[in-house]
């Protein structure tokens, strides 16, 4: 067993008003349990109810990372198919500093501050990176790490996503992960637990979810937010 505290980071990404009130189910859910949340928010999902909430989120205390521009558009280059949702995976620089100035206009209307990326499906492209250090992006979490792109550190961590499949699948999948959350927090490091908030419809997995985030607790992890991991190490 690790001497070092785990680092609890749990993300929430899908918000839109058809899926706000489970959202803030969610976050109801972790704020009894003392875990800040890091909010994924696509550029795109505008002014409403869903911006107020999240508002609201990072004023108590929450991280807001940026989760693209628009998930609806398909990316021009693309070396493998991976579906719409995966907007930043293969785009070289010049067509992610464009998208990337987009949803920075975007988010100028909302009165948000996003200095953290978080590309759709957690894959970002090396032009990816290099656009966000160009726009002022200081930490961008992937599939696999957390980038500090001010200082070039890569903290290594694989997020563990939840997400529906098949009912059986879905049951051994999520206690699988359950079992990884346990063994992360173990180690120390970075328990790193995602989900996607349209996928809390289902009470199986939303409840494997919050019992990934308890045993990491048990098992001396604390909760933290991805803003909240730059900041520390940079002082």
Same mark, same amino acid.
């Given at each position: ?11 929430l ?7 706000l009130?489970?959202?803030?189910? *969610?976050?109801?859910?972790?704020d ?9 928010? $696509? $550029? ?21 990372l ?7 558009? =398909? ?9 719409k ?5 293969t ?17 100028? =209307?909302?009165? *948000?501050?996003?200095?953290?990326f ?9 032009g ?5 250090r ?7 979490a992937?599939?696999?790490?957390v980038?500090d *792109?001010?200082t070039?550190?890569?903290?290594r ?7 529906s ?11 699988a992960?359950?079992?990884? $959350?346990?063994r992360?927090?173990?180690r ?8 996607d908030?349209?996928d ?19 098992n ?7 803003g ?6 940079? $002082?």
């Amino acid at each position: 067993m690790s001497s070092v505290d785990a680092k609890l980071l749990v993300s929430l990404s899908g918000l839109t008003a058809r899926t706000l009130h489970r959202c803030a189910d *969610l976050a109801a859910e972790l704020d009894r349990r003392q875990v800040p949340l890091s909010v994924l928010y $696509a $550029a795109r999902t505008g002014e409403g109810a869903v911006t107020q909430w999240v508002r609201g989120r990072a004023a108590g205390g929450d991280s807001v990372l940026l989760h693209g521009y628009d998930h609806r558009i =398909t990316p021009t280059h693309r070396t493998v198919h991976l579906g719409k949702k995966a907007e930043f995976a293969t785009l070289p620089a010049h067509e992610a500093r464009l998208r990337l100035i987009a949803a920075k206009a975007a988010l100028d =209307t909302t009165g *948000l501050a996003v200095d953290g990326f978080a590309p759709p499906r957690w894959l970002a492209s090396p032009g990816t990176l290099q656009a966000l250090r160009e726009h002022g992006f200081t930490l961008c979490a992937d599939l696999v790490s957390v980038r500090d *792109l001010t200082t070039g550190e890569i903290h290594r961590a694989r997020v563990q996503e939840f997400a529906s499949q098949s009912q059986r699948t879905e049951t051994v999948r999520c206690f699988a992960l359950v079992l990884a $959350a346990a063994r992360a927090a173990r180690r120390g490091g970075l328990v790193r637990l995602g989900v996607d908030a349209a996928d809390l419809i289902r009470p199986g997995l939303r409840q494997a979810f919050l019992d990934a985030v308890d045993v990491a607790l048990e098992n001396r992890a604390f909760g933290t937010t991805y803003g909240a991991i730059r900041r520390q190490v940079a $002082a």
